[in-house]
């Protein structure tokens, strides 16, 4: 027997090598680190926060031996050491399976069945207020029932709730029955539409344990009633904006016990779970399949400056490759938040109600596969005046390093109604190339440009010497200008500065910018 288990062991062992290698460097398995995955505490049902900052999970580690709630966040170090959320989150009405956990982690919420509620076990929230968690709030009728309601999930924008409304609680075995998942949209800060039932393809008898994923339209959840392993089941459905799809098994990450509590963060790469290990449990993240895995979702941070004549401008996310575009405006403060999938490039702008201030714009490339989980952007707007430089992120080179106008259509609007709205004015195009180099032999790739040098001829009267560089300013300059002149804009309002600034800069960048003379 014991030589059976050992060759078990190492086949399971090799076969996660094998994983690790088809990963193309990236882990299969992935433990959290020490201090979270603590033998003492033996953590179970870990859900992180869709930012990647926060993560809940049960522990035992108690005075009575009852499961708790336990808290930890990032630091800049990595996890904090986790501690027990306080009596008041951590109450014996609690269904302790049911908690769920906003995307920043500053919201926790918890499955309880006090008498003050409107049926069974009620969704209450508690809001994280500097070092100090709130009193619990029932999250209201809409999402409430004379049933139980549980394992509450938000969207990465916090405007849609998804969450499981069952016959039967048994807050002792940690077991729900008689389960269907449900939707609810965000009406108000605080109210919510009334939930509406998923598709009952969905909803085959007994599914729980939502989770939406970041991209928003992934939602994973956990059902006995599809087959597969045995147990609960982690299953996969995704929105295609007007539909949900088939629900599949996850069998790369389904065991043949029950699997139902786990997470993922936006960037979407791994599915984290606890996984049952030699004297207890161990918290690790497995990572997706490429045909399963969920779109990865940039989160943009933005506050906007400048403005003072009592008009918020708006906001703008625009997708590049296809005919969709957000639009919002800032809060009071000047904050505001953009979620952009990946699959597409973007190009975002803040941009004025009046002609007289400048705009903020940047782009966003999501098509690599290689993509932060955040940006924060500081967008000050500017009355159009003398000396003022505008940045034109909005500017895309193709391959050749040719101005692209397909990639650049929004930048050549903004730019067109800028210069249309200050007729008076006279500005400079400011085209700088940051990584100059140029040699004898096309040496690299980057050197496409042919020049002859006719400032150094030595001996005197010989052929001048013919070298290779990579400025293109001059071309790419005059391809501005002429896009606008197609647009109506006046040859005589403005004009080019092109230079070249050496340096080992690769690949080489170019800035453009635009100055109110």
């Known amino acids: ?86 009596r008041h989150l951590n109450q014996k009405l609690n269904f302790t399976p049911g908690f769920g956990l906003s995307p920043d982690g500053k919201q926790v919420f918890v499955s309880n069945n006090r008498s003050s509620g409107f049926g069974g076990y009620d969704l209450y929230v508690s809001d994280l207020r500097g070092a100090t968690w709130a009193e619990l709030q029932n999250v209201g009728m809409a999402i409430n029932s004379k049933l139980n309601e549980a394992c509450p999930s938000l969207t990465l924008d916090g405007n849609t709730l998804f969450f499981m409304r069952c016959a039967q ?43 939406i994923l970041g991209d ?11 087959g597969g392993k045995g147990g ?15 629900p599949i098994l996850l069998d790369f990450a389904n065991t043949e016990g029950d699997d139902q509590y786990g997470s993922a963060t936006a960037l979407g790469r791994y599915w984290l779970c606890d996984r049952a290990v030699k004297g207890g449990t161990e918290m690790a993240e497995i ?25 918020p401008p708006y906001v703008y996310a625009t997708n590049l490759a296809a005919p969709q575009v957000y639009r919002t405006r800032p809060a009071a403060d000047g904050t505001f938040r953009l979620f952009l999938p990946e699959g597409a490039r973007y190009d975002v702008s803040v941009e004025p109600l009046l002609d007289s201030y ?32 505008l940045d034109l992120k909005g500017i895309a080179l193709d391959a050749a390093g040719q101005v692209s106008p397909q990639l650049s259509r929004e930048e050549f609007r903004r730019l067109e109604r800028l210069l249309k709205g200050n007729r008076d004015k006279k500005f400079v195009l400011d085209v700088e190339l940051y990584g100059y180099r140029r040699d004898s032999v096309a040496s690299d790739p980057d050197l496409t440009e042919v020049a002859t ?65």
């Open 1 to 86: 027997m014991a030589m059976k288990l050992l060759s078990k062991r190492l086949i399971s062992l090799l076969s996660g090598m094998f994983i690790c290698a088809a990963g193309i460097g990236q882990l299969s398995y992935v433990k959290l680190p020490a201090n979270v995955n603590h033998p003492g505490l033996k953590g179970r049902a870990p859900l992180i926060g869709l930012e990647g900052n926060a993560l809940l999970f049960l522990s035992n580690y108690s005075d009575d031996g009852s499961p708790n709630l336990f808290y930890s966040s990032k630091g800049t170090t990595g996890w904090k050491d986790p501690v027990a959320l306080p």
């Open 169 to 211: 609680i048994d807050a002792a075995s940690g077991k729900a029955d008689g389960c269907k998942l449900f939707m609810a949209k965000r009406r108000t800060a605080d109210l919510w539409e009334t939930a509406v039932e998923l598709p009952a393809f969905i909803n085959t008898g007994n599914s729980q344990t939502p989770r």
């Open 216 to 226: 928003s339209e992934t939602l994973i959840f956990s059902s006995a009633l599809f």
């Open 232 to 246: 609960m089941e982690w299953l996969l459905t995704r929105f295609d904006g007007k539909n949900w799809s088939p």
């Open 287 to 311: 990572l997706f399949p490429p045909s399963l895995k969920p779109k990865a979702t940039l989160r943009v941070e933005g506050r906007v400056e400048g403005v003072s004549n009592g008009s």
């Open 358 to 389: 400048t705009f903020f714009s940047t782009q966003y490339d999501l098509t690599t596969g290689k993509m932060p989980i955040l940006e924060r952007i500081e967008a000050r707007l500017l009355p159009v005046a003398t000396g003022v430089e």
């Open 453 to 517: 040098d006719t400032a150094h001829v030595v001996p005197a009267g010989s052929n001048p010497q013919t070298f290779y560089h990579n400025d293109r300013s001059v071309e790419q300059g005059l391809e501005v200008i002429n896009l606008l002149l197609a647009r109506g804009i006046s040859g005589d309002q403005v004009k080019l500065r092109a230079r070249a600034v050496p340096g080992e800069a690769r690949p080489a960048r170019t800035r453009f910018r635009l100055i109110t003379q």
